[in-house]
């Protein structure tokens, strides 16, 4: 079956940091990944997808990038943290029938 | 108009009641419906997928009306632990357009 995989689960950063949060994926291949951010009291932004290794699509324009290194490793970074890039950070497995696994997420709070 | 909106609630309604939500969608050409289940700072969780023809799964009975373009979910007999936001998702059937309505928060009292 499929599992996925993210940590850390909180994280308290500085504003101008870097953040680098992990995303891995077992029991399948070539996995249609994303990252979602849901800020609080709010719904899910689509922020990048990935259907394979090194492509990355961009939906939000922000200091946040995205990188695919391995078909089932996909990685959420950033030079330097805004206060307004705080929240529940979210990567998604794309099953067959187009639904979502969900990772359990990370929250993060920018100080 | 948002591409998929749903009534924020809150729903409050005492153990046993029925409960029911729609979500809207404005996309014609969509193709996928589900409902999510989130409980408080955790991620979502698939509840069910919506058919054309409608699902029941125990207690709980999702409906698809495209020609309106909603989406339901019905609740019989609510227990406590049905407390949660519920969140109704649309996708064309495209890889990244998977699209979340912000959710609709259920409290059941006992």
């Known amino acids: 079956s499929q599992t996925i995989h993210q940590w850390p689960a909180t994280l308290v950063q500085p504003v101008g940091s870097p953040l680098s949060l992990e995303c891995t994926v077992e029991g399948t291949s070539n996995p249609n990944l994303y990252w979602y951010r849901q800020a609080a009291g709010r719904g899910l932004q689509l922020l990048f997808y990935s259907v394979g290794i090194g492509q990355i699509s961009s939906e939000v324009p922000q200091n946040l990038s995205a990188s695919r290194p391995q078909d089932r490793q996909f990685i959420l970074s950033s030079k330097k943290l805004l206060l307004s890039d705080s929240g529940f950070y979210l990567c998604?497995?794309?099953?067959?029938?187009?639904?979502?696994?969900f990772g359990s997420g990370t929250r993060l709070t920018v100080v | 108009r948002k591409e998929v909106e749903q009534d924020p609630g809150p729903f409050n309604v005492p153990e046993g009641a029925t409960v029911a939500f729609n979500c809207t969608y404005s996309?014609?050409?969509?193709?996928?419906f589900f409902w999510y289940r989130q409980d408080c700072r955790k991620e979502p969780k698939l509840l069910m997928s919506?058919?054309?023809s409608g699902n029941e799964d125990g207690r709980f009975t999702a409906q698809l009306n495209r020609a309106s373009q909603y989406i339901s979910l019905l609740i019989r007999d609510s227990k406590l632990s049905d407390s949660a936001t519920y969140l109704c998702?649309?996708?064309?059937?495209?890889?990244?357009?998977?699209?979340f309505g912000a959710g609709t928060r259920l409290t059941v009292k006992p």
């Open positions: 998702v649309v996708n064309k059937g495209n890889n990244n357009d998977m699209r």
């Open positions: 919506v058919y054309s």
């Open positions: 996309n014609s050409a969509s193709q996928s």
């Open positions: 998604a497995l794309q099953g067959e029938d187009y639904g979502y696994t």
